[in-house]
């Protein structure tokens, strides 16, 4: 397939936005606080942005490097680059788990649509913890509506990836990521100004190592590469879209550091609110939908602040639902030669019909579990801590050993000029520490009982 009919991003802004836009989505701001608080704060924040440097970054540039090197889809680019060989199994591996995650995402995603719509009713006022706990379980456990807006989420999110690359998610990335960004500060000032906010700074930011275990580690590992929205091809397929002179190291390095930061800004947001007026770091997923309400109706200017915090996650959740859908479709077009209308249809109709079935796992379907979880919970856990984990280790193996260090050079520089030192301690991440510090805690994580 020529390059020339493939669309583009316009430029270097154009990434970064639209793959800062993939990236900063649910997993910063509902998955981080949660995972965070049931895993020792501060100690996992550490770890956390330990394997965003010495993980996240390297996979991310091999992502880039594959898709653009092979101008094509996350399954295609194997094929191309490794032809007559399996390689194309960890495409395809990346195309089940985007399956898996809109599948669930696109619940939760559903979930802030009716909390918007809450919030301008000024449902909230006057609740307390229990009521708001009650409010949330019920409307979950319904199934019209969750079903409603999750089809809602499906709808938007298929109408923009329809509308191609450049025309679609980048613009819509243009103008929601700095809209997105200027909600979060102003929520955190609010959050920071609070009475007692400052023993939740604390939670998040001093380090209590006595907190680590092995499921920690893998929890950090896996909320890593869930919140960089590497290991399952969404960056490949991006990166089958960047121009030669776009330079991917700094592109790279701007996309993790933009993430890194959303994500400790979301934990600045929660956690001294959460603190300062009396909630559980260990909420669980329910942490956004049940406790923040409490403090946004609690205090002045709530009302307005609760309708801006649910448009904010709802917004960086539609950035990222389009790039999930768009690996999904990438793969349908290019490899059935379907147009992408019914590339996105097929994709769009698939999914959603998974999804219903996470959707309903909180109602009709509560009691059906496997490994003790629900299907919702076993698709976010499996998602991230193995799909996205395995996708990962075996993505750097494949850029490390197979592709190799003068074609992975070669890409990098047609784009810039790096520092020969830099690049070759970038090769012998990418060649030795990632995969051995993944591996370790795949085998680790392994001999853990509790795991699930
Ligand atoms: N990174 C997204 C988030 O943090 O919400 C979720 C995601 C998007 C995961 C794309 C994986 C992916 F390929």
């Given at each position: 397939m020529s390059n020339q009919k493939r669309d583009s991003f316009s430029g270097k802004f154009g990434v970064i936005v639209a793959a800062v836009g993939s990236a900063v989505g649910l997993g910063n701001i509902w998955r981080f606080p949660y995972i965070a608080g049931?895993?020792?704060?501060?100690?996992?924040?550490?770890i956390y942005i330990f394997f965003v440097i010495i993980i996240g970054i390297p996979v991310m540039m091999s992502e880039f490097v594959i898709g653009r090197r092979s101008g094509s889809n996350a399954m295609g680019s194997f094929r191309k680059l490794a032809p007559k060989t399996s390689w194309w199994l960890v495409g395809l591996m990346g195309i089940i788990a985007a399956f898996v995650i809109l599948a669930f995402y696109s619940t939760v995603s559903g979930w802030t649509l009716e909390y918007i719509f809450q919030a301008f009713k000024n449902?909230?006022?006057g609740k307390t913890h229990g009521q708001l706990s009650n409010d949330f379980n019920n409307f979950t456990a319904s199934s019209f509506h969750p079903i409603l807006w999750q089809i809602v989420?499906?709808?938007?999110?298929a109408f923009i990836v329809f509308r191609g690359v450049s025309k679609g998610i980048e613009?819509?990335?243009k103008i929601l990521m700095p809209l997105l960004l200027v909600l979060i500060i102003a929520v955190c000032v609010r959050s920071l100004t609070l009475p007692g906010a400052s023993k939740g700074l604390e939670f998040l930011f001093k380090p209590d190592f006595s907190k680590i275990t092995f499921k920690v580690v893998l929890m950090a590992l896996g909320q890593a590469a869930f919140s960089l929205s590497i290991g399952m091809g969404a960056l490949i397929t991006y990166g089958s879209y960047i121009r030669k002179d776009t330079p991917l190291l700094g592109t790279s390095f701007q996309v993790a550091a933009a993430d890194t930061i959303i994500a400790i800004l979301s934990g600045v947001m929660v956690f001294p609110a959460l603190f300062a007026l009396g909630g559980e770091s260990t909420g669980g997923p329910g942490l956004v939908f049940i406790t923040l309400p409490g403090i946004f109706q609690s205090m002045p200017g709530g009302y307005v602040f609760g309708i801006l915090f649910f448009v904010l996650i709802f917004l960086a959740a539609l950035t990222s639902t389009i790039s999930v859908l768009e690996v999904v479709v990438a793969y349908f077009k290019e490899d059935f030669k379907i147009s992408r209308l019914k590339a996105t249809l097929i994709a769009t109709i698939s999914i959603s019909i998974l999804g219903i079935f996470c959707t309903l796992s909180f109602g009709p379907l509560k009691n059906v579990k496997l490994f003790d979880?629900?299907?919702?919970?076993?698709?976010?856990?499996?998602?991230?801590?193995?799909?996205?984990?395995?996708?990962?280790?075996?993505?750097?193996?494949?850029?490390?050993?197979?592709?190799?260090?003068s074609k992975f050079i070669d890409e990098v520089k047609l784009s810039c000029k790096v520092n020969p030192i830099v690049l070759n301690s970038?090769?012998?991440i990418i060649k030795w520490v990632a995969p051995i510090a993944i591996g370790a805690v795949a085998i680790g994580a392994f001999f853990i009982k509790d795991l699930m």
């Amino acid at each position: 397939m020529s390059n020339q009919k493939r669309d583009s991003f316009s430029g270097k802004f154009g990434v970064i936005v639209a793959a800062v836009g993939s990236a900063v989505g649910l997993g910063n701001i509902w998955r981080f606080p949660y995972i965070a608080g049931e895993n020792g704060g501060g100690a996992f924040l550490l770890i956390y942005i330990f394997f965003v440097i010495i993980i996240g970054i390297p996979v991310m540039m091999s992502e880039f490097v594959i898709g653009r090197r092979s101008g094509s889809n996350a399954m295609g680019s194997f094929r191309k680059l490794a032809p007559k060989t399996s390689w194309w199994l960890v495409g395809l591996m990346g195309i089940i788990a985007a399956f898996v995650i809109l599948a669930f995402y696109s619940t939760v995603s559903g979930w802030t649509l009716e909390y918007i719509f809450q919030a301008f009713k000024n449902s909230f006022s006057g609740k307390t913890h229990g009521q708001l706990s009650n409010d949330f379980n019920n409307f979950t456990a319904s199934s019209f509506h969750p079903i409603l807006w999750q089809i809602v989420v499906m709808a938007i999110t298929a109408f923009i990836v329809f509308r191609g690359v450049s025309k679609g998610i980048e613009k819509a990335s243009k103008i929601l990521m700095p809209l997105l960004l200027v909600l979060i500060i102003a929520v955190c000032v609010r959050s920071l100004t609070l009475p007692g906010a400052s023993k939740g700074l604390e939670f998040l930011f001093k380090p209590d190592f006595s907190k680590i275990t092995f499921k920690v580690v893998l929890m950090a590992l896996g909320q890593a590469a869930f919140s960089l929205s590497i290991g399952m091809g969404a960056l490949i397929t991006y990166g089958s879209y960047i121009r030669k002179d776009t330079p991917l190291l700094g592109t790279s390095f701007q996309v993790a550091a933009a993430d890194t930061i959303i994500a400790i800004l979301s934990g600045v947001m929660v956690f001294p609110a959460l603190f300062a007026l009396g909630g559980e770091s260990t909420g669980g997923p329910g942490l956004v939908f049940i406790t923040l309400p409490g403090i946004f109706q609690s205090m002045p200017g709530g009302y307005v602040f609760g309708i801006l915090f649910f448009v904010l996650i709802f917004l960086a959740a539609l950035t990222s639902t389009i790039s999930v859908l768009e690996v999904v479709v990438a793969y349908f077009k290019e490899d059935f030669k379907i147009s992408r209308l019914k590339a996105t249809l097929i994709a769009t109709i698939s999914i959603s019909i998974l999804g219903i079935f996470c959707t309903l796992s909180f109602g009709p379907l509560k009691n059906v579990k496997l490994f003790d979880k629900t299907i919702f919970g076993l698709a976010d856990y499996v998602s991230a801590n193995i799909l996205l984990t395995f996708g990962a280790l075996l993505i750097v193996i494949f850029t490390g050993w197979y592709l190799g260090k003068s074609k992975f050079i070669d890409e990098v520089k047609l784009s810039c000029k790096v520092n020969p030192i830099v690049l070759n301690s970038i090769v012998f991440i990418i060649k030795w520490v990632a995969p051995i510090a993944i591996g370790a805690v795949a085998i680790g994580a392994f001999f853990i009982k509790d795991l699930m």
